[in-house]
């Protein structure tokens, strides 16, 4: 197998595919003394079946626990021995990896990444460990803090009907302790091909190098028929669905507010617009929300996130906006979202072009100065690849945010912001007994 097809959907953005149906994306930055190599799979909380909750999760650590050709743990000892570090994340719409390491380590990375797409070493014995490992996570993240999982996983349970979009894709224990051998052999068969992945290189590199070295280990590894994703579509709600919750951990009240959004797959700009809209509402300290309800006195906090556990580019459709709230005792649920929408109101009647205008340069600065890291730009460009087929995206958001109009704008905060497709979950703290 060769490399089929190159093309530049964005200057200084090199996308190649191999005859396997692997893609591969290159954004050198010739400064950069370190390179970062992600990779991005096509599989997230959305692919799993009911009864297999938390699989995705379970998977992302299978992947460390030995390849084709290296031993449990191999890959994370020969990417720290040569100075660099790695991580991993599933989400709703996909699973993503990614290392950074000196640049003359790329070769390394490349390899240990094709070593295991193209094959893992799963056994009873490391298949229990790491879901003894995954409830220790859950453990920790969710089951010992006051409002775990707080707010993506009460705000989508409660907006989202289907299973696909509302369970809690961290993990079930009692179905991740039914998963077998056979039944883990089978996911990476059916979800972990390289005509289901992209993988993604930034920093200080070489095209016709990298692009040599991705074909050198990649090219040999089998193409599988890519799987057909199940539809996940369901209507948005068409009225406020208001639900309450006890927390057992908890000592004050709280509010995990859901919003359903323009669709990423139908209407990417006005997804995008969404963020746009959020990243001021919310701006800590300074946002309208924050003033009237943390400065107001009636909560400590309030957050908003955009898309799967606030990986806004990495959300397909259906999407959501995640709102937090950590209300102060004695603060009514409703008086707190009245507040909140009453803030927004506010904002909307002062939003001229001008202030739009100064959002949108503020926003870019933002956008331009987070995703300037190589790492950053490697597991960005996998995952909008993967999920949107579309890895110069983020190269393009500015220009979407400078050709909105403010009039249309409103239009679509209101729509989003103050409509009626969302989902109050009002989180009460267990009294305790004295």
Same mark, same amino acid.
């Given at each position: 197998?060769?490399?089929?097809?190159?093309?530049?959907?964005?200057?200084?953005?090199?996308?190649?595919?191999?005859?396997?149906?692997?893609?591969?994306?290159?954004?050198?930055? /010739?400064?950069?003394?370190?390179? +970062?190599?992600?990779?991005?799979?096509?599989?997230?909380?959305?692919?799993?079946?009911?009864?297999?909750?938390?699989? *995705?999760? &379970?998977?992302?650590?299978?992947?460390?626990?030995?390849?084709? +050709?290296?031993?449990?743990?191999?890959?994370?000892?020969?990417?720290?021995?040569?100075?660099?570090?790695?991580?991993?994340?599933?989400?709703?719409? $996909?699973? %993503? $990896?990614?290392?950074?390491?000196?640049?003359?380590?790329?070769?390394?990375?490349?390899?240990?990444?094709?070593?295991?797409?193209?094959?893992?070493?799963?056994?009873?014995?490391?298949?229990?460990?790491?879901?003894?490992?995954?409830?220790?996570?859950?453990?920790?993240?969710?089951? +010992?803090?006051?409002?775990?999982?707080?707010?993506?996983?009460?705000?989508?349970?409660?907006?989202?009907?289907?299973?696909?979009?509302?369970?809690?894709? $961290?993990?079930?224990?009692?179905?991740?302790?039914?998963?077998?051998?056979?039944?883990?052999?089978?996911?990476?068969?059916?979800?972990?091909?390289?005509?289901?992945?992209?993988?993604?290189?930034?920093?200080?590199?070489?095209?016709?190098?990298? &692009?040599?070295?991705?074909?050198? $280990?990649?090219? @040999?590894?089998?193409?599988?028929?890519?799987?057909?994703?199940?539809?996940?579509?369901?209507?948005?709600?068409?009225?406020?669905?208001?639900?309450?919750?006890?927390?057992?951990?908890?000592?004050?009240?709280?509010?995990?507010?859901?919003?359903?959004?323009?669709?990423? =797959?139908?209407?990417?700009?006005?997804?995008?617009?969404?963020?746009?809209?959020?990243?001021?509402?919310?701006?800590?300290?300074?946002?309208?929300?924050?003033?009237?309800?943390?400065?107001?006195?009636?909560?400590?906090?309030?957050?908003?996130?955009?898309? =799967?556990? @606030?990986? @806004?580019?990495?959300?397909?459709?259906?999407?959501?906006?995640?709102?937090?709230?950590?209300?102060?005792? %004695?603060?009514?649920?409703?008086?707190?979202?009245?507040?909140?929408?009453?803030?927004?109101?506010?904002?909307?009647?002062?939003?001229?072009?001008?202030?739009? *205008?100064?959002?949108?340069?503020?926003?870019?600065?933002?956008?331009?100065?987070?995703?300037? /890291?190589?790492?950053?730009?490697?597991?960005?460009?996998?995952?909008?690849?993967?999920?949107?087929?579309?890895?110069?995206?983020?190269?393009?958001?500015?220009?979407?945010?400078?050709?909105?109009?403010?009039?249309?704008?409103? @239009?679509?905060?209101?729509?989003?912001?103050?409509?009626?497709?969302?989902?109050?979950?009002?989180?009460?703290?267990?009294?305790?007994?004295?």
């Amino acid at each position: 197998m060769t490399v089929e097809a190159v093309d530049e959907p964005a200057p200084g953005l090199v996308r190649a595919r191999l005859g396997n149906g692997l893609r591969i994306i290159i954004r050198p930055q /010739p400064s950069v003394a370190v390179a +970062s190599v992600a990779v991005s799979y096509g599989v997230g909380f959305r692919h799993e079946q009911p009864g297999q909750a938390g699989f *995705a999760h &379970l998977f992302e650590h299978l992947m460390t626990q030995g390849s084709r +050709s290296l031993d449990k743990v191999e890959h994370k000892r020969l990417i720290e021995a040569a100075g660099g570090w790695y991580s991993g994340q599933t989400r709703h719409d $996909y699973t %993503g $990896y990614v290392v950074t390491v000196p640049s003359g380590a790329v070769d390394l990375a490349l390899f240990c990444e094709a070593d295991r797409m193209a094959g893992l070493r799963i056994t009873q014995a490391s298949l229990a460990n790491q879901v003894d490992v995954v409830e220790e996570e859950i453990r920790g993240a969710i089951w +010992s803090r006051a409002y775990g999982g707080f707010p993506w996983f009460q705000a989508d349970a409660a907006l989202f009907e289907t299973w696909a979009n509302g369970h809690d894709g $961290y993990g079930d224990m009692d179905d991740l302790r039914r998963v077998t051998v056979d039944d883990a052999e089978a996911f990476f068969e059916r979800w972990y091909g390289p005509d289901n992945a992209v993988v993604s290189v930034a920093g200080g590199v070489v095209i016709e190098e990298v &692009l040599a070295t991705a074909e050198r $280990y990649f090219a @040999s590894i089998p193409a599988r028929s890519r799987p057909e994703r199940a539809a996940v579509d369901e209507p948005a709600p068409a009225r406020p669905r208001w639900r309450t919750e006890t927390d057992h951990i908890a000592t004050e009240p709280a509010i995990a507010l859901g919003l359903r959004v323009p669709s990423p =797959s139908a209407d990417l700009p006005g997804y995008l617009r969404t963020r746009l809209a959020m990243a001021h509402l919310a701006q800590p300290a300074t946002g309208p929300w924050w003033r009237t309800l943390v400065d107001g006195g009636a909560a400590h906090q309030v957050e908003a996130y955009l898309g =799967s556990m @606030s990986d @806004s580019f990495g959300t397909a459709h259906p999407a959501s906006v995640a709102i937090g709230i950590r209300l102060r005792a %004695g603060i009514a649920a409703r008086d707190a979202v009245e507040a909140l929408d009453a803030a927004t109101h506010r904002w909307l009647d002062e939003l001229d072009e001008e202030a739009l *205008a100064a959002c949108v340069r503020s926003s870019t600065t933002t956008l331009r100065r987070g995703t300037a /890291p190589c790492w950053v730009r490697a597991e960005i460009a996998a995952t909008t690849e993967i999920v949107h087929g579309d890895a110069a995206l983020v190269d393009r958001i500015p220009g979407i945010w400078a050709e909105t109009e403010a009039s249309s704008f409103r @239009s679509l905060v209101d729509h989003v912001f103050l409509g009626p497709s969302r989902a109050i979950v009002d989180i009460q703290p267990v009294a305790r007994q004295a």
